[in-house]
């Protein structure tokens, strides 16, 4: 057991250095160095994460998000991966430069992760109180018997009925939305500062997923560990992120609080998404706005703004040189040309005073109901 | 589970019903009369060939045991379904008929084989697993790597060599050229020169050959099946090293099917390997069928199929009741993931 190695220091114990974050994540590049070329899987992501913190990261299928949180969780395959540039440091600690064993010291510990189908990830053949216990037995020396209590407990705690019927269960006998709660049980049990949820509601019922989401907030409030909610749902991260990350090709193209991605927004592709969120509680008539085209390849990836070709507002310029992020005060990035167009994104930015909460939860705000009563 | 098991079982008996009446009916269109040919090249006695058919209860005879004649003087055959009926009847009191040839009933016979074929078949169940299963492991964690091709060569070679052709290279190589292993026979003999379990090496090496090669292929594209599975990304986002999660949570996911393939492999091992046997002159039933046949010892070969139909079902009885040991889904009788 790792517990035993003399050598072994808890990281989560240590100290934040002085002016730093949780978790910094710098100009992270990871390219897959296949047989067709090279694909820009992870191209230049950067982000700041503290304790209690909720990141949400949104984008479309294959636009990086899932990628770079197994790139900073170490588990892409190395090769055909290859770090190219930039750097991860979690408590001060540059991640990707610790070697494969310290690594799983950090993994499960440190930094949890949960993954979006409950169904085919828990492992078929073992008991839910052997999965749910491993890393406690691992990271903590638990023995058996402890690791199976405290199993129960954590299962209790995830608002699993009978708990301790159901710690000797298999996973096909829970549900979905029960087996993510088996997940989540499972990534809290070693007390992670840093829970990374990827797609964790994508594959669960409508109904369920606003219960999951509400057990991964109840459980934040309890242990004040930070959260990244890796979603293409705007709408799921709207009313539980403090920080909204948009990736697209592989690139953040904007970062900001969720109110300055929600109301200041400076790209057009967050644009496009927050267009796209459906608004039936405001008009069951108006048709849903889509972003036209499909992402571009990964591979061959266009000289300018890789959103160029989709942008309804693209100019010459779109299409021969990369943006560079434009950053506010605040620290609210946009990868647009003409972020600090304040007239450009006045007379195209979408009237967002009634896009966001319309969420999975559907708990209207003030905002919403205001304009609802505007519109009438 | 017990409901399972007894429908399996009940599942043998239009199986078992169904082998043994082709081949009762089978033996009636081969050509060859069994009890001429136990005379041989000979010709035989008119009385003595009338006398046996009777002793092997081939004619009708009346109260006295005499043979019944029609008006042309020859015996009349007892009818097929009567036969056949007899032979059921005689199969449920524990009697599989007399040998034709050797004149010995076919149970003692068996009872005198078996051994044999069973011994074989362990060795070569053992050595088909641990190299199997060993070699398909070592390919699919190194894959790609030196001994991934090594292990899908030979186990392509191994695939393509029929068995016979196998035993004899070994036979040669080993035993002509240098010495080292016993040709054939099962030892046990006076003047032997090779301790007995030397003699199993070859013949056990042989039966397993085609089947361990399977076995390694077979292990090798489900363990790296399961190793994408998600369930692995979430043991290795727990923390746990690489050998742990393949120990761990790949293995036991990796096995089933392979367990399978060696468990009904098990059943026709037992079941007498004609070729090996033949070729490593082995005394087991396989090699006994295979006289039997060429001689029309037709009682042999009807007993030899039904203990192989007995095995064969017990055996496959048991790998699927062991699925429920490896996989719970199975155990619980649960439909796969439903959602």
Redesign the interface.
């Known amino acids: 057991m ?1 517990k035993n190695d003399k050598n072994y220091v808890d990281l989560k114990t240590q100290p934040i250095p002085e002016g730093q974050h949780l978790l910094e994540v710098d100009d992270l590049k990871m390219y897959f160095h296949t047989e067709d070329g090279v694909v820009h899987a992870v191209d230049g992501v950067s982000y700041t994460l503290d304790r209690g913190e909720t990141l949400g990261v949104v984008g479309e299928s294959g636009s990086g998000k899932s990628v770079t949180h197994m790139t900073i ?1 170490g ?1 892409i395959p190395m090769p055909p991966g290859k770090i190219e540039g930039g750097s991860v440091k979690y408590r001060g600690h540059s991640l990707l430069d610790m070697s ?2 310290e690594m ?6 440190d930094i ?2 949960i ?1 979006q ?1 409950p ?8 008991k839910i109180g052997k999965q749910v216990g ?2 406690l037995r ?2 903590r020396g638990y023995s058996k018997q402890e690791a199976l209590k405290r199993a129960t407990e954590l299962l209790d705690l995830v608002g699993i009925p009978q708990p301790e019927k159901r710690v000797n269960e ?1 996973p ?2 829970f549900s ?1 939305g029960m087996r993510q709660r088996v ?1 989540i049980a ?1 990534a809290l049990a070693c007390d992670p500062d840093i829970l990374i949820a990827d797609e964790p509601t994508t594959a669960l019922d409508v109904t369920i997923q606003a219960q999951i989401i509400e057990l991964m907030q109840e459980m934040q409030q309890k242990n004040g560990n930070a959260i990244v909610m890796i979603t293409h749902d705007l709408g799921v991260v709207a009313d539980m992120a403090d920080k909204i990350m948009v990736m697209y090709a592989g690139r953040p193209v904007e970062f900001g609080t969720a109110d300055e991605i929600f109301y200041e927004s400076r790209h057009p592709y967050t644009w496009g998404l927050i267009r796209s969120i459906p608004e039936q509680a405001v008009d069951e008539k108006k048709p849903l706005t889509p972003i036209h085209g499909n992402p571009p390849s990964l591979v061959n990836l266009p000289a300018g703004c890789p959103f160029a070709p989709r942008c309804p507002y693209a100019q010459d310029i779109c299409h021969t040189e990369r943006p560079v992020h434009h950053t506010r005060p605040s620290g609210h990035y946009s990868a647009c040309h003409f972020a600090d167009d304040d007239e450009f994104v006045k007379k195209n930015a979408p009237d967002t005073s009634r896009s966001r909460g319309k969420i999975a939860t559907g708990t209207p705000d003030t905002l919403d109901s205001t304009s609802k009563g505007g519109e009438a | 589970m017990g409901k399972y098991i007894l429908k399996r079982v009940l599942q043998f008996i239009p199986v078992f019903f169904g082998v043994t009446l082709i081949l009762f009916l089978l033996q009636n269109v081969v050509p060859g009369d069994p009890i001429k040919m136990i005379a041989g090249d000979k010709v035989l006695d008119p009385a003595v060939e009338l006398q046996m058919r009777v002793s092997y209860d081939l004619v009708q005879v009346d109260e006295n045991g005499d043979p019944i004649l029609d008006e042309n003087g020859d015996p009349v055959p007892v009818p097929l379904p009567e036969r056949y009926v007899n032979y059921i009847v005689d199969l449920f009191h524990g009697d599989l008929g007399r040998s034709y040839q050797r004149k010995l009933p076919v149970t003692d016979i068996f009872a005198d084989k078996f051994p044999y074929t069973a011994r074989l078949a362990v060795c070569a169940i053992i050595l088909e697993a641990i190299m199997g299963i060993g070699a398909g492991i070592i390919s699919a964690i190194k894959r790609y790597s030196f001994w991934d091709i090594l292990v899908t060569l030979v186990t392509s070679i191994m695939v393509s060599l029929p068995a016979f052709w196998l035993g004899m290279l070994l036979q040669l190589f080993f035993g002509v050229y240098l010495h080292v292993l016993p040709l054939s026979g099962a030892g046990g003999g006076v003047a032997s020169a090779y301790p007995e379990w030397m003699y199993y090496i070859l013949p056990a090496f042989t039966l397993a050959s085609v089947s361990m090669a399977y076995s390694a292929r077979i292990m090798r594209s489900q363990l790296l099946d399961v190793m994408n ?3 692995i ?10 050998r742990s999660v393949i120990v761990h ?1 790949a293995l ?2 990796a096995l089933i099917p392979v367990v399978t393939y060696i468990g009904v492999d098990f059943g026709s091992m037992l079941s007498g390997a004609i070729l090996t046997e033949t070729v490593f002159n082995w005394p087991g039933i396989g090699y006994e069928i295979y006289r039997a046949i060429t001689q029309r010892d037709w009682p042999i070969v009807m007993g030899g199929v039904t203990i192989i139909i007995v095995v064969v079902m017990v055996i496959n009885l048991l790998v699927d009741i062991s699925y429920g040991f ?4 199975i155990r ?1 009788g ?6």
Not at chain 2, 233 to 242: E, F, V, W
């Open positions: 790792k969780m588990l494969e064993e799983q010291h950090v993994r499960g510990n949890a992760m993954f189908d169904m085919t990830s828990l492992n078929p053949v073992y491993e890393g691992l990271h298999y096909h006998q979905g997940m499972m | 599975q998600d369930y990304r979430t043991a290795r986002a727990k923390g746990l090293s690489n949570h036991k996911n490896l996989d719970p889904r619980f649960a439909p796969k993931d439903k959602s």
